[in-house]
Each structure stands twice: as structure tokens, then as C-alpha cells.
């Protein structure tokens, strides 16, 4: 069994911070691609931000410059550090892992920039 655990949403005034972190746990012996997703109300949900075990990273094209991803794979977490936040960042963003037997999500964590 594999849990995703999520923190670090909430209400923000654009061009603020937040950090959202994710915290794996359960039957993990590597995480091949960590990441984290978004869904707007009436959209489809979207890559923000996604890291491999190697490091090498992906970014939306909205949010280069202003987000940054990490990941600790000791503590098999990842983090996503999202800066100059726009009213369009609001969204529920999701964690996603990636591994051998199969990929898993979080529950989701609300992320809310008024303007």
C-alpha cells in the first residue's frame, strides 16, 4: 500500500509564496518520477512540475521562473515552492508518483490566489 500525503496549500494575495510538500509512504523502493498536477474548476488537470530520481526537471511553461520542484529521496518527498503566485494558480494541486508497479495520487490540496 502506498499513501501520498499533502501540505502546504491555502489562500494567498497574488504575488505571494506558498510551498506545498508531499510526503510518501507505504511498499516504496524507488520513486522513478515524483511530480505535481493541477485542476482548475471546468478544466483538465495539468503537469506543473515533475522531477526524476536523476533530478532532471519539467516545468509548465506558466510557471517557469516562478515555481520551483525538489525532491528528497531519502525521506521520499517532493516539494514545490511556488513564488509570484498568479489569481490563475488557483487550482487544486495534486501529487503524483511514478513507480515500478504502477503511479499513485494524493488527495489533493487547495491553492487559492485572490487578486
Known amino acids: 500500500q502506498v499513501q501520498l500525503v499533502e501540505s502546504g496549500g491555502g489562500l494567498v494575495q497574488a504575488g505571494g509564496s506558498l510551498r506545498l510538500s508531499c510526503a510518501a509512504s507505504g511498499s516504496i523502493s524507488s520513486i522513478d518520477i515524483m511530480g505535481w498536477y493541477r485542476q482548475a474548476p471546468g478544466k483538465q488537470r495539468e503537469l506543473v512540475a515533475s522531477i526524476t530520481s536523476r533530478g532532471s526537471k519539467t516545468y509548465a511553461d506558466s510557471v517557469k521562473g516562478r515555481f520551483t520542484i525538489s525532491r528528497d529521496n531519502a525521506k521520499t518527498t517532493v516539494d514545490l515552492q511556488m513564488n509570484s503566485l498568479k489569481p490563475e494558480d488557483t487550482a487544486v494541486y495534486y501529487c503524483?508518483?511514478?513507480?515500478?508497479?504502477?503511479?499513485?495520487w494524493g488527495q489533493g490540496t487547495q491553492v487559492t490566489v485572490s487578486s
Open positions: 503524483r508518483i511514478l513507480l515500478a508497479i504502477g503511479n499513485y
